[in-house]
C-alpha cells in the first residue's frame, strides 16, 4: 500500500475486499499527521525557531510517518493471513480454529501499534503548534487531529480483534493500554486545538 500512488490506493480501498481496509486507512490517515508536524517544524526552522529542538522534532515526525506507511502494509498482509486461515479447511475442527485465533492474534498487534504511534504523532503536533507562526497552526492542529482519528479507528480494530482471537489476557492488556494511549491522543489534540485557538485569538 505504501508505494502506490494516492488514487490507487484509494481505489483499492474502494473494493469489495477486506484488505486494504480501515486498519490500513488509519495508518495512512496517521502518516499524513505525521507529514504534517514534519512540515511544521521545518517552517519554524526556517523561520529561526530552536534549531534542536526543532529538528528532533522534524526527524521523530519523519520517522513514525516512516514506520506508519509500512503498517499499512502490514495490516492488509495481516488480514490476508486471517482470510486464508478462514479458507484452509485442513485439519479438524479444533485445528481450523486454532489457527485462525492465532491468525486474529498477530492481526491485533497491527493496530495497537498504530494506536501507540498516533500518540506520538499528536504529542509532535501539539509541540509543532506553538513552535510554529500562526499561518502553520492549523497544519500542526490537523496532525493532532488525523492522529486522533487514527487512534479511535484503530482501537475499535483492535477490540474487534482481541474478540476475534478469543480474548487472550495478553491482548486484553495490549487493549487496555492502548485505551490509556488513545486517551492521551485525544487529550493532545484537545490541547493543540485550544493553544492555537488562544494564539488566534491574541492581540497583535
Known amino acids: 500500500m505504501s508505494s502506490l500512488p494516492l488514487d490507487d490506493f484509494t ?3 474502494a473494493q469489495a475486499t477486506p484488505a486494504p481496509g480501515g486498519g490500513a486507512a488509519a495508518a495512512v490517515t496517521c502518516a499524513l499527521g505525521a507529514a504534517l508536524a514534519a512540515m511544521t517544524g521545518r517552517i519554524a526552522l526556517a523561520r529561526g525557531g530552536d534549531d534542536a529542538a526543532l529538528a528532533q522534532l522534524v526527524e521523530s515526525a519523519e520517522s513514525l510517518r516512516t514506520r506508519l506507511l509500512a503498517l499499512a502494509d ?3 498482509l495481516a488480514y490476508s493471513a486471517v ?3 478462514r479458507k484452509d479447511a485442513s485439519g479438524g ?3 481450523q480454529e ?3 485465533r492465532a491468525a486474529w492474534r498477530k492481526a491485533a498487534h497491527v493496530p495497537a501499534e498504530v494506536v501507540r504511534l498516533s500518540r506520538e ?3 509532535l503536533g501539539r509541540r509543532a503548534v506553538r ?4 499561518g502553520a497552526g492549523p497544519d500542526a492542529v490537523m496532525a493532532t487531529l488525523l492522529a486522533a482519528a ?4 484503530s482501537q475499535l480494530n483492535l477490540r474487534a480483534n482481541v474478540l476475534a482471537a478469543g480474548r487472550p489476557e495478553d491482548l486484553r492488556v495490549l487493549a487496555d493500554q492502548s485505551d490509556i494511549a488513545l486517551r492521551d491522543t485525544q487529550r493532545a489534540a484537545a490541547e493543540a486545538r485550544m493553544a492555537l485557538e488562544e494564539r488566534l485569538q491574541a492581540p497583535r
Open 74 to 76: 502490514e495490516d492488509a
Open 83 to 85: 482470510i486464508a486461515a
Open 93 to 95: 475442527e479444533q485445528e
Open 11 to 13: 481505489r483499492e480501498l
Open 131 to 134: 513552535a510554529a507562526p500562526p
Open 150 to 153: 487514527a487512534a479511535a479507528g
Open 121 to 123: 504523532v499528536a504529542l
Open 98 to 100: 486454532a489457527r485462525l
